[in-house]
């Protein structure tokens, strides 16, 4: 019912800055909470950071705190993913995934969590050169 397609993802050198854009099809973007996750060979997927369908709260791994920011643009069916600072660690493949109905279920504790999200793009690959 609902498609997401990452985009954006390039080589770029340590220090540099990328936007990741996730795109979705169907009627009910704007009611869902959203997500990025990355993810490299050998390692489960790892929360990056979280916006609820208004945009009024957003949550971020420790390491992304700084340096991403995750925003959301309604109108468009479009979130997006700030990336500055960027280092060699990381370096992977980037997917976006959407909570529909997230609202309801939106607490910290699930937020970070995988398998909360219902969709998942097909990922995109960031690659930060040293």
């Known amino acids: 019912q609902v498609q997401l397609v990452e985009s954006g993802g390039r080589l770029v050198q340590a220090g540099g800055s990328l936007r990741l854009s996730c795109a979705a099809s169907?009627?009910?973007?704007?009611?869902?909470?959203m997500g990025w996750f990355r993810q490299t060979p050998g390692k489960e997927r790892e929360f990056v950071a979280g916006?609820?369908?208004?945009?009024?709260?957003?949550d971020y791994a420790d390491f992304a705190q700084a340096r991403f920011t995750i925003s959301r643009d309604n109108a468009k069916n479009t979130v997006y993913l700030q990336m500055n600072s960027l280092k060699p660690e990381d370096t992977a493949v980037y997917y976006c995934?959407?909570?529909?109905?997230?609202?309801?279920?939106?607490?910290?504790?699930?937020?970070?969590?995988?398998?909360?999200?219902?969709?998942w793009g097909q990922g995109t690959q960031v690659t930060v050169s040293s």
């Open positions: 995934a959407a909570r529909y109905s997230g609202g309801l279920t939106w607490v910290r504790q699930n937020v970070p969590k995988a398998d909360w999200y219902d969709s």
């Open positions: 169907g009627r009910t973007f704007s009611s869902a909470a």
């Open positions: 916006i609820h369908w208004s945009g009024y709260s957003t």
